[in-house]
């Protein structure tokens, strides 16, 4: 038995948050070709303050001195299904009907990240919420 990998669900990160849908309807949205699947790391500095450290109750304290580090933060998405984002109801140029999907990160994020890679106009809205878009990727 044979099984259709267009139906399988992907998700594709973007900065501030990632959007899962079926591999069929990123295809469809993005094109076969999209060189949009991926994101760049931001770059992150962590400060740490200052303070005391007990390694073992009721032993000596050590002095901790303030320090920082930087590392880049790549983009992710939760994987339980308590955290598998916002379901969200999509529709763009081309589609037939309306298509469900959900989005991790704020909906904003997902309107700039549309408005930066999306070869169609999109539309969206979370479910019995405002309606967001167009949105689409304007050629220079």
Do not use: C
Not at 30 to 52: I, L, Y
Not at 107 to 114: D, I, K, Q
Not at 132 to 139: L, V
């Amino acid at each position: 038995m044979a099984s259709d990998p267009d139906a399988r669900e992907a998700t594709l990160n973007y900065d501030g948050g990632s959007l899962t849908m079926t591999m069929g309807n990123l295809k469809d949205l993005f094109g076969t070709e999209a060189n949009s699947f991926g994101a760049d790391g931001q770059p992150k500095t962590v400060s740490v303050t200052g303070h005391k450290r007990t390694r073992v109750i009721g032993g000596p304290q050590t002095d901790i001195q303030p320090y920082a580090y930087e590392f880049i933060q790549w983009p992710t998405n939760g994987r339980a299904n308590a955290a598998g984002g916002e379901p969200i109801v999509m529709t763009w140029t081309g589609s037939e009907g309306s298509w469900q999907a959900r989005v991790s990160g704020s909906l904003w994020e997902l309107g700039t990240f549309l408005q930066k890679s999306s070869p169609k106009a999109v539309w969206f809205h979370a479910k019995g919420g405002e309606g967001y878009g167009p949105f689409q990727k304007i050629e220079e």
